[in-house]
């Protein structure tokens, strides 16, 4: 993922050559918008959107998500407890349950800010593990393999079809030419690999939501 705290990644947010950078090259009047990475909030509504599982239900108790074994055991006894409702699981993420001295692990790396201290204002980092999280996490993994299955399902036959029906859902547009080609690649390469059709998709998915597209507005 990109340095957003650099200058010339903030530049090349537009097209070189662009009228705007020839008369407002230091974006003083607002020409553009600086390239901008989602919050672990709003990343997990949009990867739960991607998936086609995000539940739209307002209003209620705060949602108890289900946390990693390891952090579960320094919760202590009897403050662990989990919506027991599945569905309920699947909320957007202003309705997660927020406890200030714990936070859930997805929102925690990507630099939700410390309950116990005033926060004027959010840092945004751009790290290692932030990766790791999204590449290997339980959520993540469940996530993929579910919007593959219903890629599959949807009748898509052709690889040019599926890196398409994946763009559109996790980017919410059609893939570049490059994009296509290294989609069609990559699954040419992973089927072989696999045991199912299904699992080579999954992987797809799951690079795609690793990627700068998918983390960061433009």
Same mark, same amino acid.
């Given at each position: 993922?990109?340095?957003?705290h !650099?200058?010339?990644?903030?530049r090349?947010?537009?097209p070189?050559?662009? &009228?705007?950078?020839a008369?407002? !090259? ?7 918008m600086?390239?901008?990475?989602? !919050? ?8 739960l959107?991607a ?19 390891? +952090? ?7 403050? &662990?407890?989990v ?15 927020a ?8 929102? %925690?790396i990507?630099?939700r800010? /410390?309950?116990?201290a ?11 593990p932030?990766?790791?999280m =999204? ?6 993994? %469940? ?12 009748g898509?036959?052709?690889? /040019? ?5 994946? !763009? ?12 296509r080609?290294?989609?069609? %690649?990559? =699954? ?10 299904? %699992?080579? +998709?999954a /992987? ?15």
């Amino acid at each position: 993922m990109p340095d957003i705290h !650099s200058q010339d990644e903030r530049r090349h947010v537009v097209p070189p050559g662009s &009228a705007c950078l020839a008369v407002d !090259s230091a974006n003083l009047d607002y020409s553009r918008m600086y390239r901008r990475r989602l !919050s672990g909030e709003a990343l997990r509504d949009f990867l739960l959107s991607a998936g086609g599982r995000p539940s739209l239900r307002q209003g209620g108790p705060g949602v108890r998500l289900p946390m990693p074994q390891e +952090v579960k055991v320094t919760i202590p006894k009897g403050k &662990a407890s989990v919506t027991e409702d599945v569905a309920e699981h699947d909320r957007r993420s202003i309705y997660v349950f927020a406890r200030r001295n714990l936070r859930y692990p997805l929102f %925690e790396i990507f630099d939700r800010p /410390d309950a116990l201290a005033s926060c004027a204002r959010r840092e945004v980092s751009t790290t290692a593990p932030q990766s790791l999280m =999204l590449m290997n996490s339980a959520f993540s993994l %469940e996530l993929v393999k579910g919007l593959a299955r219903q890629i599959l399902m949807a009748g898509q036959s052709d690889h /040019d079809a599926m890196v398409e029906a994946v !763009s559109w859902r996790c980017l919410s547009r059609a893939a570049s030419p490059a994009e296509r080609a290294l989609g069609r %690649e990559f =699954l040419n390469r992973q089927t072989a690999m696999t045991e199912t059709l299904e %699992e080579a +998709v999954a /992987d797809y998915c799951l690079a795609v939501i690793n990627s700068s597209a998918f983390c960061y507005v433009d």
